[in-house]
């Protein structure tokens, strides 16, 4: 069996993708390709939990009951094994994929990508890891259109750098470590402005025959500056945020929040 590990980056579609192989699992598996669901349904989060540190504060460590050290051996042991049982009961089909972005925004040092790779390489004989980058400045900015979503106040300091995330933005560093564990033959660089539908290269790519099956849904979830401007202001009198998801979507987009030369420099250097 071959695997095409897409591990992101975040904001470059990663929700439409995972979406599409979720929703055509069965079609796929029909011409050779193979979506798997016990590290995840949509999103194969399992996968990244296993890489990290046990001591590394997450959201998904508290939705798993993982509250220590021990109980995050334990879910890696059960996601081992559920993924052991995936592997010989679809031993016959080829070509396998999995997706998560967190194997990018998660896995702050090289040892964690090791440990993904240990996970993987004795169930396949060849592993293509496909990442998928947007340039930093445009991921940072996607990024404050999700968080003005999520309720959070965007302004200069929310700007600010955070030293241990250096990883994030410093792709150099970050694909490095993928390329010193799997090789740098095994990682692809797919630059998101030039092909951003990696469904369609995927497509291409394995030459699937996708006529039949539930088209690719890509939504904008960039937000106008001037939208951004009102969540802020709007915040002082509603702090829970309870409108903001029901009207955010319908206000009109139509120029995007620029940061300047100073900002911007922090993160693409």
């Known amino acids: 069996m071959r695997l095409l590990l897409h591990i992101g980056t975040e904001k470059t579609g990663t929700k439409s993708l995972q979406t599409w192989f979720a929703q055509n699992r069965e079609p796929l598996r029909q ?145 490095g470590w993928w390329e010193n564990v799997f090789g740098e033959n095994a990682v692809t660089i797919v630059p998101f402005k030039r092909k951003p539908n990696l469904v369609k290269m995927l497509i291409d790519e394995l030459s699937i025959e996708d006529s039949s099956m539930t088209p690719v849904e890509r939504k904008n979830e960039a937000l106008d500056w001037r939208s951004i401007a009102l969540s802020n202001a709007l915040a002082l009198y509603n702090p829970s945020r309870d409108f903001n998801e029901v009207f955010i979507d319908d206000w009109p987009f139509r120029e995007r929040l620029e940061i300047g030369l100073e900002l911007a420099q922090r993160f693409q250097s």
């Not at 052991?84 to 972005?101: H, Q």
């Not at 990442?131 to 999700?146: E, K």
């Not at 999520?150 to 150099?172: C, K, L, M, S, V």
Request: proline share 5%.
């Open 31 to 175: 011409q050779g390709v193979h979506y798997p669901t016990s590290l995840g349904d949509r999103v194969h989060r399992s996968l990244a939990l296993f890489a990290m540190d046990p001591n590394q504060p997450d959201e998904r460590f508290v939705q798993e009951g993982i509250q220590s050290a021990v109980d995050h051996q334990a879910f890696c042991e059960r996601t081992f094994n559920s993924f052991t049982r995936e592997c010989d009961a679809f031993a016959a089909i080829p070509t396998w994929i999995l997706s998560c972005e967190q194997l990018h925004s998660r896995l702050a040092t090289q040892e964690m990508v090791e440990r993904v790779k240990s996970f993987l390489c004795d169930r396949f004989e060849s592993i293509k890891v496909i990442v998928h980058l947007r340039p930093q400045v445009d991921l940072a900015v996607s990024l404050a259109s999700t968080g003005a979503r999520g309720g959070t106040r965007i302004n200069a300091a929310w700007f600010a750098p955070d030293p241990e995330q250096e990883y994030y933005f410093n792709y150099n560093l970050s694909v």
